[in-house]
Every structure is written in structure tokens, then in C-alpha cells.
């Protein structure tokens, strides 16, 4: 790794760990409250998921969606507000190669991902125990998703315009498509139609694939959550590269 490409990432790691609050404290007590909310409230009704208890058979999903969201916003914010502020051209023309601007900016929402997710485990864990069922198929499963996203946060940023742009693709397309997941329940719970439509939605496997690594059960083969998000993340970073390589929407 390359000076300059370290100086990056260091900057871009010290800038979201000046931001304890809203880097760690917000997910901790969000994820207290889902499991207030959801693991004592319903799982006192549900008990068990496919022999799972319901508190444990929600980890994954509030995980998935912390990792990925966090890896996303971390991107997306720190590279919207350097062009916000023009000083993304100074970035431009330093001696980086575009493939290591891209790196630094995408470790750096990943290494935030992963401490996010991290930290809600952790928190989930004095709720429903850390054993872990398939540890590196998890870690894999979940290192990838931070990637995928990360890059697709750098593409948003440059394509963003306003801050609600940026903010879009969180609100009206992660949360509800993890929400609708199966982060709450087993898909086999659902009537035919919702079903189909759970099984239709790519999100569903990549939380099914991490509640197989941590839990040790799931609704689809765990080899589709990864094949799915070896695409997606291969083709997120094909774009966001091709996006920086040409300049699109950074060079006045």
C-alpha cells in the first residue's frame, strides 16, 4: 500500500471516529430498541423461528442492515461533501491512481461497517448469546456486502447533486429492502404471494446467507447470498472506477 494511499484512508478513518456518537452510540441504542421492541415484545408470541430463538433469529438481519448502511453513508457523505466543497479536484490530480482513491474511500466505509456491525453484534449477543454457526462464511459473507455498498456509496456521490440524493437510496430502497427481507420473519411464514415476492427481492439472500453463517439455519441456499453479492460488489466497483476514470459529473 502506497503513501498516499494510506495518508487517504487514515483520513478518512479519523474523520468518522470524530463522530463516536453517531459512528457507534446510534446504532448501539438502535439495536437495544429493536430488540425491546421486537425480540421481547413478539418474541414473547413467536418463541421459536425453524427452532431458533425469535431474539437470535433476528441478529442477522439488524446486523446486515448496520453493516450496510454505515458502509454505504460513510462513501457516499465523505465524497458528496468534498464535491460539494470543489475539493475533490484537488483529490483528482494528486498522484493516486483512480484505482486507489477508489480503494481508500471504500476501505475506509468498510472498516466503518464492520465496526458498526461489530458493535450491534456484540449488543445483540447479551440479548441472545454469541455463538456463531459458520464464522468465516459470515465474515465473508458480510465483508463483501460492506464492499458492494461502499462502492455503489461512491457512485451516489457522484452522481448525487443534492444531499436528498444521497440520502435516497438508503431510505427508499436499503431499509425497505432489508426490512422486507426477511430480517422479521421466515419466509416460510408467509402466504404464497408474499412469498414470492420475498424470493424476488436480492436483499432476502444476502440476509439469509448471513443468518446461515450465524445462526446456522436459512430459507435458500447460502451459495445465493454469495454468488449475489460477488456480482453485485464486482459490478459496483466496475462502476464506481468507471465513473472516477472518466470523470463524470467531478471536473468542472
Known amino acids: 500500500m502506497g503513501l498516499g494511499l494510506r495518508t487517504l484512508l487514515a483520513k478518512e478513518v479519523r474523520r468518522f471516529l470524530r463522530v463516536p456518537g453517531q459512528t457507534l452510540l446510534s446504532p448501539l441504542v438502535t439495536t437495544t430498541l429493536y430488540f425491546v421492541v421486537f425480540g421481547w415484545s413478539l418474541g414473547a408470541r413467536l418463541q421459536e423461528v425453524e427452532g431458533v430463538p425469535y431474539a437470535r433469529f433476528i441478529v442477522p438481519g439488524l446486523v446486515t442492515l448496520g453493516v450496510v448502511t454505515n458502509a454505504y453513508l460513510n462513501s457516499a457523505s465523505s465524497l458528496f461533501v468534498m464535491k460539494l466543497q470543489g475539493t475533490v479536484v484537488d483529490l483528482l490530480v494528486t498522484p493516486l491512481s483512480h484505482a486507489e482513491v477508489l480503494a481508500g474511500f471504500v476501505a475506509a466505509a468498510v472498516l466503518r461497517g464492520l465496526l458498526v456491525g461489530a458493535v450491534m453484534w456484540l449488543v445483540a449477543g447479551a440479548f441472545s448469546g454469541f455463538h456463531v454457526a459458520h464464522p468465516a462464511f459470515a465474515v465473508l459473507l458480510v465483508l463483501l456486502a460492506a464492499v458492494a455498498f461502499a462502492a455503489l456509496g461512491v457512485m451516489t456521490a457522484i452522481w ?7 440520502n435516497f437510496f438508503p431510505t427508499f430502497v436499503i431499509t425497505p429492502l432489508t426490512f422486507l427481507g426477511g430480517v422479521f420473519y421466515s419466509v ?16 432476502f439472500y444476502l440476509v439469509d446467507g448471513v443468518r446461515w453463517g450465524l445462526v446456522g439455519i436459512s430459507d435458500a441456499s447460502p451459495l445465493a447470498g454469495l454468488a449475489i453479492l460477488v456480482v453485485l460488489a464486482a459490478a459496483a466497483l466496475a462502476g464506481a472506477y468507471t465513473m472516477l476514470a472518466t470523470g463524470y459529473k467531478l471536473r468542472g
Open 188 to 203: 416460510r411464514m408467509l402466504p404464497p404471494g408474499l412469498r414470492t415476492l420475498t424470493l424476488a427481492n436480492p436483499v
Open 160 to 166: 448525487a447533486a443534492t444531499f436528498e440524493q444521497v
